[in-house]
């Protein structure tokens, strides 16, 4: 460590020993020395002049920072019911088989661990994985074997081959915002920021992260409020899973997106941007970065933009593994680099958002269809869609479907056509906008994608006729378990108390008993939860128990009243030890 | 002055304060674990969850606002809480027969309180190893419920930041302000503030067990809701 010291100090200094720069010091120490090992963290509380306790808290809520070697090879399969339908499972048991590693434990050798992470967001050609931190798609068994070489000869990362890592836009249907042209910037500095703000509220654009917020009302509120000190904030953390449509955007419209917080800027009165992007896409920062430098050349950012007295810039703050930092009070507190602790609220952000003064957060693709509004015309996008969601809406598609990838619709288009389009074959259920949203069942296909019947933050999961909607609930549930925040009891406790519900049932001693206790818990949930998380939990589980009962009911071999505790099972850690797995290691189930 | 209505009865209210902070000096207890009088309101126990307007809110973090009509004292309500204290229960290892604060512990309190008799849920039996390497004070993280008391106080009283939160969702942890992760080799003194404001029984004094014997302790003597009252009064 000694000898990295100097470099580590270098990284303070280039964040300006900023303490609400901690996540991205954190991410960088991690990216040279593979973990955040103590001897940084002490040079880390020095250099910022934190507690140890502020650093270890902040490093230890984020999945992908390690404060132990995860060993120099960390493989983190994407654990989306998505990706296990593509055959992840047996790929991560071929993984681990191939080099003598148990999932979840660093190798002897310090060479390499792998393990399952949530949803990575490339559900449209998964299998996926991430090796530190970046992104592999399209796994198959070759692919496994050709990893597994190249670990074991410990080949870096970048000199492994460039198809590992290509990543596929898959766009199936543009509509206006796909297919929009040009520049935004000039027409709105031209427009002035009242006639930005008329723009946008007669276009009746609202919020695309799924809550459906009036964005002309926020801008506004921001833009009222006393401290003129304000924030622009682009929510790239796009952690639902099934979700992926930013990541397109990103990927083909990143100057658009920015154009979007600029005019919202100009519109509020902002002098600073952040755009927070999730961990996993990792690999777009560099191409995100060039963007960003080049249209500061082309004077569409930083001082005296066009010529105009309006100063403007834009910084990425790089997410490390967290589902919770999609709501926008957690994403503020991560950008002041702590723990992704939701806020009480009020006061919501358009006051006091980051460090307090008032902040605009808007996803992706609202600042994106923000850009196209000013350009167009507010009233031309009102035309578009329905009349109480105007617009159009890029789907996520994925799952038992020919053509997963991105759709973009007017508001108001069926689940129905959205099947058709995609080549889902005899679909069985739908899951819209991922765990947190709605599980539908063929008979509701003809329901409508709109903020007044299905609302949507993108993701479109298609499940077939073979599909088991009961395990697609228990992995939606142990996906909540895992991002809950565990800031308060209800979703702490309860969101494992439900995924141990759903592994009993899996393990075949669920009972009708446990169908009173899952509605039990998601009462609680439901009106004690501190956020969203917690509210929604349950979702998944219930809509299956109302529209795929007999999933459930296959799985209790007893109608009445079973134990949770089982003899046999509980003999599972000791036969492990003993590498035994014979019958006599058994308890048959007639014999207790 | 403003007011609000309580489970119909009139509480007066100071601009500014929450509905919880009111309803306390009023002398109306609502259960509450990580509500401490003397600190900023944190809201995450959510045992203090009453209904406005038909919907849940936690009591500590609401505003008081002329006019509200809040329900507390409900049988659903009541209902609920005692579901979130058998879920305190399991999280932790809460062996009360043979714990220190057994009769002076919030929870277990709480948990006469609301008339619970059964954990009802499986246990979890987390592994959460003891810390005795401080000279006067023991850490016991069975006990710990993450109220965030100890840290609060360490950090806005005491000035040291002695503890914080560490992991996340059900391995959210207490830690300690040092390099070994170990209380002896932090700043903490007997006089912090921190020593004496766990509602439970993770910070313990060395040396001195069980010298106020069981039957004649805190809430042996007065049921909690009583208590509350009287530690208010206590400092006025």
């Known amino acids: ?592 | 002055m403003k007011s609000f209505l309580l489970d119909g009865e009139r509480i007066s209210f100071e601009e500014g304060e929450t509905i919880l902070q009111a309803a306390i000096r009023a002398g109306k207890y609502i259960p509450h674990l990580c509500f401490h009088p003397e600190f900023r309101p944190h809201g995450s126990c959510k045992l203090c969850t009453v209904k406005i307007a038909g919907r849940q809110s936690a009591s500590c973090t609401r505003l008081a606002a002329e006019g509200l009509e809040v329900e507390s004292e409900t049988a659903e309500l009541n209902a609920e809480r005692l579901l979130l204290t058998q879920m305190l229960f399991v999280e932790g290892n809460h062996f009360c027969p043979s714990c220190e604060k057994s009769g002076d512990c919030q929870l277990q309190a709480t948990a006469y309180h609301l008339g619970m008799t059964s954990a009802h849920f499986d246990h979890f039996y987390p592994n959460r190893p003891v810390d005795a390497s401080h000279p006067e004070y023991l850490l016991d993280f069975n006990r710990c419920i993450l109220c965030s008391l100890c840290v609060r106080a360490s950090r806005d009283v005491d000035n040291k930041n002695v503890f914080a939160l560490a992991g996340r969702g059900i391995a959210t942890h207490l830690v300690v302000n040092a390099r070994s992760g170990k209380l002896g080799d932090t700043d903490f003194a007997a006089t912090d503030k921190a020593a004496s404001v766990c509602p439970v029984g993770v910070i313990l004094k060395k040396g001195k067990g069980f010298s106020v014997p069981i039957g004649s302790r805190t809430f042996d003597k007065k049921e909690i809701g009583e208590w509350v009252d009287t530690r208010l009064k206590e400092r006025t």
């Open chain 1, 1 to 592: 460590m000694r000898e990295n010291a100097s470099q580590v100090l270098s990284i303070l200094e280039k964040y300006g020993k900023s303490q609400s720069s901690l996540m991205q010091i954190l991410r960088e120490i991690q990216e040279m020395e593979g973990c955040i090992g103590p001897d940084a963290i002490d040079l880390v509380c020095e250099g910022l002049n934190l507690p140890r306790t502020k650093i270890v808290g902040t490093a230890s809520f984020y999945s992908f920072f390690c404060l132990e070697p995860r060993g120099r090879y960390r493989i983190l399969f994407s654990d989306n019911i998505t990706d296990r339908m593509l055959g992840s499972e047996a790929l991560l048991e071929r993984m681990c088989g191939k080099l003598w590693l148990e999932k979840g434990k660093v190798s002897e050798d310090s060479l390499a661990s792998v393990d399952t992470t949530s949803c990575t967001g490339m559900c449209d050609q998964g299998p996926a994985i991430l090796v530190n931190n970046i992104a592999i798609t399209r796994l198959d068994e070759a692919r496994v074997d050709d990893i597994c070489e190249l670990v074991r000869s410990e080949v870096p990362l970048d000199k492994w081959p460039s198809a590992f890592f290509h990543v596929e836009d898959n766009i199936r249907r543009s509509d206006v915002l796909l297919s929009a042209q040009g520049a935004a910037l000039e027409a709105a500095l031209e427009k002035g920021s009242g006639a930005i703000l008329d723009e946008i509220g007669a276009s009746g654009l609202r919020g695309r992260g799924g809550a459906g917020f009036s964005t002309a009302q926020k801008w506004d509120a921001c833009r009222n409020a006393q401290d003129p000190e304000k924030y622009v904030v682009c929510n790239a953390d796009e952690g639902e899973p099934g979700t992926f449509k930013d990541r397109v955007l990103l990927t083909r419209q990143a100057e658009r997106v920015f154009e979007g917080m600029t005019i919202c800027a100009h519109a509020v009165g902002a002098k600073k941007g952040m755009l927070y992007l999730r961990g996993e896409y990792r690999y777009l920062l560099e191409n995100l970065e060039s963007t960003l430098r080049k249209m500061r050349l082309e004077n569409r950012l930083g001082r005296r933009i066009l010529g105009r007295n309006f100063d403007f810039d834009i910084e990425i703050h790089l997410g490390a593994g967290a589902y919770i930092c999609g709501e926008e009070s957690a994403l503020i507190e991560s950008l002041e680099g702590k723990r992704g602790t939701p806020r009480n609220r009020p006061p919501f952000p358009v006051t006091n958002g980051y460090l307090d003064h008032p902040t605009v957060v808007n996803n992706v693709e609202t600042f994106c269809a923000a850009a196209l509004i000013v350009q167009q015309g507010g009233k031309w996008y009102s035309t578009i869609g329905t009349e109480k969601s105007s617009g159009t809406k890029l789907l996520s598609v994925s799952g038992d479907c020919s053509h997963p990838g991105i759709y973009e619709y007017p508001f108001g288009v069926t689940v129905r056509r959205v099947l058709e389009d995609c080549g889902a074959q005899d679909p069985r259920a739908v899951q819209v906008s991922g765990p947190s949203g709605t599980m539908i069942s063929d008979a509701e296909f003809d329901r409508k994608i709109a903020f007044e019947d299905l609302p949507t933050a993108g993701a479109f999961m298609v499940f077939g006729q073979n599909r088991d909607m009961f395990e697609v609930a228990r992995n939606f549930v142990h996906f909540f378990a895992h991002e809950s925040c565990g800031f308060c009891t209800p979703c702490r406790v309860g969101t494992s108390l439900l995924g141990n519900l759903m592994d009993k049932m899996h393990n075949g001693h669920g009972s009708t008993y446990d169908f009173e206790e899952i509605r039990k818990l998601n009462g609680i949930l439901q009106s004690m939860s501190h956020c969203g998380l917690g509210h929604s939990a349950c979702n998944p589980v219930l809509d299956a128990m109302k529209k795929f009962m007999p999933d459930y009911e296959k799985r209790l071999l007893h109608k009445n009243f079973t134990p949770a505790f089982d003899l046999d099972w509980a003999l599972q850690a000791a036969r492990q030890m003993t590498g035994r797995d014979d019958r006599a290691a058994h308890i048959e189930r007639g014999a207790q």
